[in-house]
């Protein structure tokens, strides 16, 4: 038996996982990432890369001015700020969408993340750096990959082998016409490959988290450890305290509409009682607060019109040495005699 409990068997606690995700350990998808990069990439160079190619083609008009001149430093110099601020400003946007869909996918996989940055000399050793370079996980990853080469090289050749005539009409064509349908075939090609990558990316996504959740997976014995220092934690016991005071409150709240009477500070304290002769030998107290639950609770009893009698030093006394559900004790009979009997002839004129 104690061996069956040490099997991974249960699924990892919210606890496990945050603690995982603290620690950087989080289910993460480079395929995700990739292939959504190559998406809005390439619909950005599709519908929105005109100003960049203009500017480009530009670059290499202007290029073209110098051949045949003589090189001065000042002349190369000028060639090269031209060309990187070119580059630049023509790129910029797209460095831009790679950012900011890296940061998207990642956030939308595993959430942000705040980690300290931490030196593992660890991670120096070479022999544990082979193993991971050699390991199971990084087989598989070459695995995925060579896979997706495969399929990626068998669709390119039924496509050409769909579309080579195509080709081969392009050369009777004029120049125009031969460069429009070479980049129509060209989108036929690219957009093959890109849906492989998405259904790739699809498919490790999903097997990512399986994989990630199978290794998170606890033994009964550490979600017995994990709750004892959870039960253990100040915070958790305050927590939990507060959430037992508040259904105690509601729940008491609830019992006020059935109590015979409810006796006042009159402003501080509250104290709602009732006696059911059938059950109980002496009245109970059903609802007890003070302030702000006091004002609460005479507040209900106005609302089902119920009693309220005013004795501070009695609801005082009752409140702090009785509690919810207990009956009264024998030293409070005569003053309360005194109170049931004016509550029932209160109840008797108002059948009448």
């Known amino acids: 038996m104690a061996g069956d409990e040490e099997e991974k068997t249960e699924e990892p606690t919210d606890k496990k996982v945050e603690d995982a995700k603290k620690e950087g350990n989080v289910s993460k998808s480079m395929e995700v990432t990739g292939a959504a990069i190559l998406f809005f990439g390439s619909l950005y160079l599709l519908f929105f890369s005109g100003p960049a190619l203009n500017q ?15 090189m001065s430093e000042n002349t190369l110099y000028e060639i090269g700020y031209t060309t990187v601020i070119t580059l630049l400003i023509s790129l910029m946007p797209i460095f831009i969408i790679v950012i900011i869909l890296a940061l998207i996918t990642n956030w939308t996989q595993f959430g942000f993340i705040a980690t300290p940055l931490k030196i593992d000399l660890a991670k120096l050793d070479p022999i544990k750096g082979a193993k991971n370079i050699f390991g199971p996980k990084k087989a598989l990853e070459a695995l995925k990959l060579t896979m997706k080469l495969l399929i990626i090289v068998v669709v390119m050749f039924l496509l050409f082998i769909f579309t080579y005539k195509a080709f081969l009409s392009m050369m009777d064509k004029e120049l125009p016409a031969t460069i429009a349908a070479i980049i129509q075939l060209t989108g036929y090609f690219l957009s093959a490959i890109l849906l492989i990558i998405i259904i790739f990316a699809i498919m490790d996504f999903y097997f990512t988290r399986h994989y990630y959740f199978k290794s998170l997976k606890m ?25 037992q005071m508040q259904m105690a409150q509601k729940r008491m709240m609830s019992d006020v509409p059935d109590a015979d009477v409810v006796i006042t500070n009159p402003t501080h304290y509250a104290v709602a009682m009732k006696y059911d002769n059938e059950k109980n030998s002496a ?10 639950i006091a004002l609460k609770i005479k507040d209900i009893a106005r609302e089902n019109d119920i009693p309220i009698i005013e004795n501070p030093a009695l609801a005082r006394s009752i409140y702090s040495q009785i509690e919810v559900d207990q009956e009264i004790p024998s030293e409070f009979y005569k003053a309360l005699a005194e109170i049931f009997s004016y509550v029932y002839e209160l109840k008797k004129k108002k059948r009448r």
């Open 56 to 70: 480009i083609i530009k670059l290499f008009l202007y290029s073209y001015t110098f051949i045949g001149e003589d």
């Open 283 to 292: 009245p109970t107290i059903v609802a007890k607060g003070i302030d702000f």
């Open 219 to 243: 033994s009964k014995q550490e979600i017995k450890d994990e709750y004892k220092n959870m039960d253990g934690d100040p915070q958790v016991k305050g927590r939990i305290r507060k959430i």
